[in-house]
């Protein structure tokens, strides 16, 4: 058994202004470092193509075909001021789905331990019906649903360490029991939600924000305190992490000041609860992180600790 990294060339495709921040550099920053020798024990896979009744459990058939509609053929089509559409968006944006699903069908086929999937663009901050945040289709979400419908799973956490909030995430989950949200997060910082009397109309969402400067103490505090206990009271048949890293001390869109070895504590925290409640069973999706080299070094800390336990 071992962990599995899904990626794709497809993802360098979406492209997005100049100085954007989410860029394909990005992802080309993570490709390097996992090249090293560290890594020859991982799985490796592409990411296929999502498919649109998969998205539809999370997100409006409207929404999905309006967003298609979109997609041009040459050019940039802008949604909102940060979050752009080009010519080899869509494709990525579906194997960004495709590649959560695909985690999914092998985490909880027992084909291996846990996966990964280094894809762009992000998705925790699109909602059931909006693009926002550089996000289109929120693949944590469609996971999510992917394995109740495909597998009967009956309860999935998800985990978002990312520096924003996931307000998407929390949108789309807002008023399911079936379903724990948890965040740490900044705050105040984009998108301005995330407070934690925020809870849901099942109490299944939990926010854990952090003051602007907050360091690995607190991200642990926020974690062990208020983020855990709840995760092993609910006792989740799955366990997904919108794994971003842009809470790193290097990041320029974040002001919180966490390294790479609190990313991989933080992961060995969420794996132990997983082996107690889920068989072990953990699916992590890439969300923010655009520091290339604080983004390089954290994934690597996190993918190590999916690999090693």
């Known amino acids: 058994m071992s962990t599995l990294l899904l990626h794709h060339s497809t993802f360098l495709d979406h492209l997005t202004p100049i100085g954007h921040p989410e860029r394909p550099d990005r992802l080309r920053a993570i490709d390097r470092i996992l090249?090293?020798?560290?890594?020859?024990?991982?799985?490796?896979?592409?990411?296929p193509v999502g498919r649109v009744e998969d998205i539809a459990r999370a997100h409006p058939m409207a929404y999905v075909d309006t967003l298609h509609n979109l997609a041009p053929e040459e050019g940039l089509v802008r949604i909102d001021a940060d979050t752009t559409l080009s010519p080899g968006s869509w494709e990525a944006i579906l194997r960004g789905v495709g590649g959560a699903?695909?985690?999914?069908?092998?985490?909880?086929?027992?084909?291996?331990?846990?996966?990964?999937?280094?894809?762009?663009?992000?998705?925790?901050?699109?909602?059931?019906?909006?693009?926002?945040?550089?996000?289109?289709?929120?693949?944590?979400?469609?996971?999510?649903?992917?394995?109740?419908?495909?597998?009967?799973?009956?309860?999935?956490?998800?985990?978002?360490?990312?520096?924003?909030?996931?307000?998407?995430?929390?949108?789309?989950?807002?008023?399911?029991?079936?379903?724990?949200?948890?965040?740490?997060?900044?705050?105040?910082?984009?998108?301005?939600?995330?407070?934690?009397?925020?809870?849901?109309?099942?109490?299944?969402?939990?926010?854990?924000?952090?003051?602007?400067?907050?360091?690995?103490?607190?991200?642990?505090?926020?974690?062990d305190i208020v983020v855990l206990p709840r995760l092993e009271a609910f006792a989740p048949d799955l366990l997904i992490i919108s794994a971003g890293f842009d809470a790193h001390a290097r990041d320029p869109l974040g002001g919180l000041n966490l390294n790479e070895t609190d990313f991989a504590r933080a992961t060995k925290s969420l794996l132990d609860v997983a082996d107690r409640h889920c068989d072990g069973r953990v699916v992590s999706v890439l969300e923010g992180g655009y520091d290339l080299e604080s983004l390089a070094r954290s994934t690597a800390a996190h993918v190590l600790t999916l690999m090693t336990g």
């Open 35 to 47: 090249e090293d020798e560290r890594f020859q024990a991982l799985e490796r896979d592409m990411a």
């Open 101 to 223: 699903c695909r985690a999914v069908d092998e985490v909880v086929e027992k084909r291996v331990n846990n996966a990964f999937s280094a894809s762009r663009p992000p998705g925790h901050h699109a909602e059931k019906d909006r693009a926002m945040g550089f996000c289109f289709f929120n693949n944590v979400a469609v996971a999510a649903r992917y394995a109740q419908s495909q597998y009967g799973l009956e309860r999935v956490a998800i985990v978002d360490f990312d520096v924003h909030h996931g307000n998407g995430t929390q949108d789309i989950f807002w008023a399911d029991p079936s379903v724990m949200y948890c965040s740490t997060h900044q705050m105040p910082l984009y998108p301005g939600s995330g407070a934690a009397s925020e809870t849901g109309d099942a109490n299944t969402i939990v926010n854990a924000p952090l003051a602007p400067g907050a360091d690995g103490e607190a991200f642990r505090e926020a974690l």
